[in-house]
């Protein structure tokens, strides 16, 4: 009899807590800030693109799984920035692509 109430009292616990780890449906997840914006800063701040340049590219083309507008924007912009060797003109497209990856627009 003891045994029945044993088995009984384990079955009630795990109906009762579950298995748990499930997220609620209503519940978002901020992703972490893109590593192509860390780069870009670097580039804002240097004046010199990374090397190899295609890390920049991946990392942009990385975005557009979950903003695809936002990466053709930048891979655009990107296209732009390989183009110019003027250190200054380079650290002005990199803060403005930069800026477009902080405020989402």
């Known amino acids: 009899m003891q045994l029945v109430r044993a088995v ?3 079955l009630l616990m795990v109906v009762v807590l579950g298995c748990g780890g499930g997220r609620e449906a209503g519940q978002t997840v901020t992703p972490p800030p893109p590593d192509a914006k860390v780069t870009l800063e670097e580039v804002a701040a240097t004046g010199t693109l990374p ?3 295609e890390k ?3 990392e ?4 557009g799984e ?3 507008a936002k990466a053709e924007e930048l891979l655009a912009d990107y296209n732009q920035l390989i ?3 003027d250190s200054t003109a380079i650290k002005a497209k990199a803060a ?4 477009k990856l902080s405020n989402g627009s």
Do not use: G, T, V
Request: negative net charge.
């Open 66 to 68: 979950s903003d695809p």
């Open 56 to 58: 920049l590219r991946q």
């Open 51 to 53: 090397k190899p340049e």
């Open 83 to 85: 183009s110019m060797s």
């Open 60 to 63: 942009i083309e990385s975005l």
């Open 96 to 99: 403005e692509m930069a800026a």
């Open 8 to 10: 009984a009292a384990m």
